[in-house]
């Protein structure tokens, strides 16, 4: 996307409004220099307006500086580097046994690197280095780690010989185990966010949803990143958390210059960077203005989601990290229809047990206190690419820079569950016990055939068996096992996966991408996304109308649901019940409650009759605009 700019009348004051949102800015100064405002443009993925001081981010490791200890501290240094080893060398053996899920050729590819990096985890010349920088030097083991694999790196590089791209690689590999170790010395989280001053806007690269997951809404203003688009997961977590942000705005990770003040309109998809005093005063009206909004949708709390015509539609939140709660409170949402149980896989070194995962269900299931709680299974995998603190997919137990030949076509949701049945039971047996605190509901992500609801039912009978002989106390009825619609292919055999599957869920995020062969994430491609086009609405069609015959619930849990111009024809092709971001709920709810039911079925008919999406937008719009 673009770049514009216009030249500065006076200096930026400084910042001191937050997005729509009651936090002020804090922290560090803007800078007031005299660059020139300059505006990027890019895809307006979360609403809201942030201003704040602009603030990049970097990758771990972060630098390790030359530090020295005292000979008392020798020993116990030598214990850590040691542990730091002990700590690389288990996770390392985990990635190796578990390449068996990987195709024969990558397996090929990863195992002698695998191998590679536990021989300099062994009697290396790097361990042997570095104990002997901690004894002779008095240094931490951070820097004599990365001092010994810069000084190996540097001797690689300058061996005689033509083979420069095998030197450099093996270079690289000494930096890569040198980072792992570092890593497990600090603990450090994949992105770091905490040296952000309160109010900063963060202008990235790129962030994956796990780095989404780090951000704190209440000291974030917003964010905007070069690349992403409007459907991705990383999208979704930033509307979730309610951030002002922009995705695909290219070049703006390398314009930021800490400090400066920055303004992001979440709507309008915009960045100002060094915005001019006439900017400011007008971002600080539009941020009054977005108040007054929430206000006002606030007070549709209490008023039901009902058409003119008195049908009841039931509207839902989606929460995909804890901290949503209290905005879904705040939402009237009447239960949360999905809920993406990725988090609690994200940022760790490790799988969530049975117990810590009981304990998150249960306390989201307590929280919604007799509302139902519908929890997806994790749908790990494809762009969701989520990356633990080390670096590594714990789940699948890829090493970092691995990368899938086609994510979106390959191991991921419950493809990979049933190759991992550990996973799965332990996930299962943990909801199950959460779901005596309330009606809970258990999703399947990524459904394409009958035979895996079958496997998953035979999964999920036996976790119940054993869970019986263990003397757990379980729901009685079981929570019913439903699926997501978000592939053609489970959207065209819906009808038959009716006989299987308890519900539908239609992710409509997923189930464009794959009719349209549209990456839902890809920046370049988003104006190819179209949730509209009438290929989609023939997959929600027949997938809804199987549901209906079939007296299986189905609802929209995708992004579209939170689009209140999709709610005339949604309700129009008969769904009753929607799961979108808490934010969104307000004005879904006020959409629905100047429609009538009846109306929507004509509109809906009159759509599906046409196959242009141009022409289907054009009646959308003019269908959701109000007579004058
Ligand atoms: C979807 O695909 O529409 C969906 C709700 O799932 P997710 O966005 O988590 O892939
Ligand atoms: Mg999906």
């Known amino acids: 996307m673009s770049r514009t700019e216009t030249p500065r009348r006076r200096p930026a004051a400084p910042a001191t409004t937050a997005p729509g949102r009651a936090a002020p800015a804090r922290g560090a100064a803007p800078a007031r220099g005299a660059a020139p405002e300059q505006t990027f443009h890019g895809i307006a993925v979360s609403p809201g307006i942030a201003i704040g001081p602009a603030f990049g981010t970097s990758e771990p490791p972060a630098e390790v500086t030359h530090q020295k200890i005292p000979a008392a501290d020798i020993e116990a240094e030598g214990a850590r580097l040691e542990a730091a080893i002990a700590q690389s060398r288990k996770q390392l053996g985990k990635l190796r046994t578990r390449l068996s899920l990987l195709p024969e050729d990558s397996q090929a590819e990863i195992a002698p690197l695998i191998d590679a990096y536990l021989r300099m985890l062994g009697p290396s010349r790097l361990v042997r280095g570095a104990r002997r920088r901690i004894m002779e030097g008095l240094v931490a083991a951070e820097t004599a780690v990365t001092e010994e694999a810069d000084a190996i790196a540097a001797a690689i590089l300058t061996i005689p010989g033509d083979d420069g791209p095998g030197r450099r690689r093996r270079a690289e590999e000494v930096h890569e185990i040198a980072r792992r170790l570092v890593r497990n010395l600090t603990r450090q989280p994949y992105l770091s966010f905490s040296a952000l001053p309160d109010g900063a806007v963060l202008l990235a690269e790129q962030l994956r949803p796990a780095d989404v997951a780090l951000l704190d809404p209440s000291r974030i203003a917003g964010v905007a990143a070069s690349v992403g688009g409007r459907e991705g997961h990383t999208a979704v977590l930033l509307r979730a958390l309610g951030l002002p942000a922009v995705l695909g705005a290219a070049g703006i990770a390398e314009a930021v210059r800490p400090g400066a003040v920055a303004i992001i309109d979440g709507a309008a998809g915009t960045i100002i960077l060094d915005p001019s005093e006439q900017s400011l005063v007008a971002a600080r009206r539009s941020v009054a203005a977005f108040a007054r909004d929430r206000a006002r949708l606030g007070r549709l709390r209490r008023l039901s989601a009902e058409t003119l015509d008195g049908q009841a539609i039931e509207l839902q939140a989606n929460l995909e990290l804890p901290r949503e709660l209290p905005l879904i409170a705040q939402s009237g949402a009447a239960g949360i229809g999905l809920l993406r149980s990725e988090f609690l896989f994200m940022n760790r070194e490790d799988l969530p047990d049975e117990d810590a995962q009981a304990d998150h269900y249960r306390t989201i299931v307590e929280a ?52 991992r049945p550990d996973i799965f039971e332990t996930q299962l047996a ?23 609801v079958r496997d998953a039912r035979e999964i999920y009978e036996r976790v119940v068996r054993r869970l019986r002989r263990r003397g757990e106390r379980l729901p009685d009825p079981l929570p019913p096992l439903g699926i997501m619609i978000e592939t053609p292919g489970a959207a065209l055999a819906a009808d038959a996966l009716a006989f299987e599957a308890d519900f539908f869920a239609i992710g409509t995020n997923d189930l464009a991408m794959y009719a349209l062969a549209v990456d839902r994430g890809a920046a370049d491609v988003a104006a190819l996304y179209d949730p509209v086009h009438p290929a989609v609405l023939r997959l929600i069609q027949f997938a809804t109308e199987a549901a209906l015959r079939t007296r299986r619930p189905v609802s929209v849990c995708g992004e579209m649901a939170a689009d209140p111009r999709f709610t005339p024809l949604l309700i129009g092709l008969g769904l009753r019940a929607f799961s979108m971001n808490a934010s969104a709920i307000p004005r879904v709810k006020q959409a629905i409650r100047g429609l009538r039911a009846d109306d929507c079925a004509r509109f809906a008919h009159r759509v599906m009759e046409r196959g242009d999406p141009d022409e289907i937008r054009a009646m959308i719009d003019g269908f959701a605009r109000p007579e004058p």
């Open 368 to 419: 919604m206190a007799g509302d139902p709680v519908t929890i997806r299974v994790l749908d790990w995998g494809g762009e969701k690419d989520i990356e633990s603190s080390g670096g590594d997919d714990i789940v699948r137990g890829f090493a970092p820079g691995f990368v899938e030949a086609n994510p979106a076509l390959g191991m991921r949701g419950i493809r990979l569950l049933l190759r």
């Open 430 to 452: 943990a909801i199950l016990r959460a779901a005596t605190a309330g009606p809970v509901r258990i999703l399947l992500p990524m459904v394409t055939s009958l035979a895996e």
